[in-house]
Structure formats: C-alpha cells, structure tokens
C-alpha cells in the first residue's frame, strides 16, 4: 500500500516514501548513523539550536491545555529516547501569533521557516520552535493536515496541522508528537526505509509511517544514538 492509499487515516506522514536501503550488519548501520549529521552541521541553525538545548512549543490550534500537554509527552519521550537532556517551553501563543501576524488561511512552510528564523533573531534565542495550527500547511505540492506535521531538521522547526472538528485520542497526539519528535531530533529515515541484518524488520515501532505503537525499536533506537555521539565527535574537536 503506498501512501496515497493510506491517505483516509489521519496522521500519516506525508513524507514520500523512500526505496528500502539495505545494511549488511548493525555495524554497517551504526556507521552510517553515526555520519549522517553531515549536512545538518553545515547549518548555522541547527548547531545553534541544538546548543541551546530548548524547544519552544506554540499552540495556535484549538487545542485545549490538556490536549497540548499529550503533544508535550510525546516530545519528551522523544527526547528521553534520544538520551538528550532538551527543556520544552510553553510560548506564549497569543503574542508569537501577533508578532508574527499568521493568517488563519493555509500557512506556507517556507513563510513559516522564515518567520520562526526572524522571531528567534529578535528574542536572541535560538531554541528549536514547535508550532500546532488548525490551517493547513502548504509545502510544494503537499498540504500537511488533520494530524500531520513538516519538520525542517536543520533550522529545528516543526508544524503540526490538526483538523478543528476532531478529537484527538490523547495516546494519538502522544505517539504522533513522539514520532515528529524523533524526526526532530535527527532520526530523519523511517522504520520501513531501512533493512539491516541483524535486527528485525518485524517489530512494531513509532517509526512506521503511520507510527501505530509508542514503542521505539532496536534498530532506530540505535540509529538515533549513533547520530548523537556522531555529532558529539564533530562538535568536539
Ligand atoms: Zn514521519
Ligand atoms: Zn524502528
């Protein structure tokens, strides 16, 4: 089933899916985690954000404080299974919405990045932002909705598009915010991506498309791991 097909579920990830690449050992696997950072540090944001060890969560959505607080856990059990010791805030939605004058119409994922990066500039703080809309988010040819999210690794920004008239079962919001999370915090490959010997293929895991279980296995486990000590290693010298 591609994901087109998946489509009547909420909170698939609108991601394309990637051809299967396959790992001959867990070791071939670890390297390759542990080089994956790359790119990412060639980014002044992301050294940025993750020096300063914060994200910031802002709820433009309907939402309630309770609901909001299930997306929180999931970022925290995101950032537990990352063994990284991040502090989430609360912004303040009602002054982030003003100062960044967002239309309540579909928001544009690169109009989104640039007002994050301009919002960061100003309050000399350079934590990783996640933002929850009831609009649509529009990236290229997708429209991210009804529990689905856009995340852009290297500036650390993440948007989540909840549709108004739903209720979220809040172990839904917890496994999707811990699934976007992850994404987040570097684990860029979905579970179905990537094929290595020695682990598994079969367990369930939140790193599925549709993450169906909180569980985080083996292999992305290890997967995230390795590309923290890489860029424990790079960062270093
Ligand atoms: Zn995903
Ligand atoms: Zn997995």
């Known amino acids: 089933m591609d994901e087109e097909e998946q489509g009547k579920k909420p909170g698939r990830d609108k991601r394309m899916r990637a051809l299967t690449a396959k790992f001959n050992s ?54 537990r299974a990352a063994k990284l010791h991040f502090k989430i805030y609360d912004n303040d939605s009602h002054a982030a919405k003003k100062a960044a004058g967002l239309a309540d119409k579909a928001i544009k994922g690169s109009e989104l990045l640039r007002m994050a990066i301009e919002k960061r500039i100003c309050d000399k703080k350079e934590h990783a932002d996640i933002f929850i809309f009831n609009s649509h988010i529009k990236s290229g040819n997708t429209t991210i909705r009804d529990g689905e999210a856009l995340t852009y690794v290297p500036e650390g920004v993440m948007a989540f598009s909840f549709d108004p008239f739903t209720r979220y079962p809040r172990s839904f919001l917890r496994r999707r915010a811990k699934h976007e999370g992850l994404h987040l915090l570097g684990l860029n490959a979905h579970h179905e991506d990537t094929e290595v010997s020695g682990y598994s293929q079969g367990k369930p895991c939140v790193m599925r498309y549709n993450a169906p279980t909180s569980r985080l296995c083996r292999k992305c486990k290890d997967a995230l ?7 424990e290693h790079a960062t270093k010298r």
């Open 225 to 231: 791991e390795c590309f923290w000590e890489g860029i």
């Open 26 to 79: 867990a070791k071939e696997w670890e390297d390759y985690c542990f080089r994956v950072h790359e790119p990412y540090l060639r980014s002044r944001h992301f050294r940025k954000w993750i020096n300063e060890k914060g994200i910031g969560i802002s709820n433009f959505s309907n939402l309630g404080k309770n609901e909001v607080r299930f997306i929180r856990l999931g970022i925290k059990d995101a950032i």
